[in-house]
T-cell receptor
Framework: QKEVEQNSGPLSVPEGAIASLNCTYSDRGSQSFFWYRQYSGKSPELIMFIYSNGDKEDGRFTAQLNKASQYVSLLIRDSQPSDSATYLCAVRAYNFNKFYFGSGTKLNVKP | GAVVSQHPSWVICKSGTSVKIECRSLDFQATTMFWYRQFPKQSLMLMATSNEGSKATYEQGVEKDKFLINHASLTLSTLTVTSAHPEDSSFYIC??????????????FGSGTRLTVV
């Protein structure tokens, strides 16, 4: 069983729509949850993190965490073509010394 | 913000030679560094975790004698690919964090090194 699972996509949304990206994790003791964006051939860049149940908003991005369901999601409002990238969910393990990535979801925002 | 410098950004080497990749934290102390490998259209695969002053912990299936990791200081970790073969061609990325900070301290990534073994 993978530590972190994501739907590989591609997820296609029209410009201006809301893109919803989902992630599940297996380690119930996981502490922190991160969303990264990776453009082709580039390193991942941090979008936001969340550690408490509920929603956390930052600009057009909202991260949602449900520890009981071991589920974390990322909503992108008013999607732009420049948001087209692969989005990686990452989970920081209980002992802080492991950091696992999901396989990533490719997002295509069509003009 | 936290910056991690990774060099070289790309390298081509002959089969059988060794290649060293450096990862430096520029404005913070990296108590922990991670090395990842990413094949085309695949996700990041954690290779090993290194804590400053300690031996690296390798993930299952990663040969520690082939991928030598040194983390001798709080600002520098190196990955040496020994006796490189074409199947080692990949995108190698390091990330670093200060494990003494709060649990929400982010992981900063280097810019990656594209290794091509010919």
């Amino acid at each position: 069983q993978k530590e972190v699972e994501q739907n590989s996509g591609p997820l296609s949304v029209p410009e201006g729509a809301i893109a919803s990206l989902n992630c599940t994790y297996s380690d119930r003791g996981s502490q922190s949850f991160f969303w990264y964006r990776q453009y082709s051939g580039k390193s991942p860049e941090l979008i936001m993190f969340i550690y408490s149940n509920g929603d956390k908003e930052d600009g057009r991005f909202t991260a949602q965490l449900n520890k009981a369901s071991q589920y974390v999601s990322l909503l992108i409002r008013d999607s732009q073509p420049s948001d087209s990238a692969t989005y990686l969910c990452a989970v920081r393990a209980y002992n802080f010394n492991k950091f696992y990535f999901g396989s990533g979801t490719k997002l295509n925002v069509k003009p | 913000g936290a910056v991690v410098s990774q060099h070289p950004s790309w390298v081509i080497c002959k089969s059988g030679t060794s290649v060293k990749i450096e990862c430096r934290s520029l404005d913070f102390q990296a108590t922990t560094m991670f090395w990842y490998r990413q094949f085309p259209k695949q996700s990041l695969m954690l290779m090993a975790t290194s804590n400053e002053g300690s031996k690296a912990t390798y993930e299952q299936g990663v040969e520690k004698d082939k991928f030598l990791i040194n983390h001798a200081s709080l600002t520098l970790s190196t990955l040496t690919v020994t006796s490189a073969h074409p199947e080692d061609s990949s995108f190698y990325i390091c990330s670093a964090t200060d494990g003494r900070k709060s649990r929400n301290y982010g992981y900063t990534f280097g810019s990656g090194t594209r290794l091509t073994v010919v």
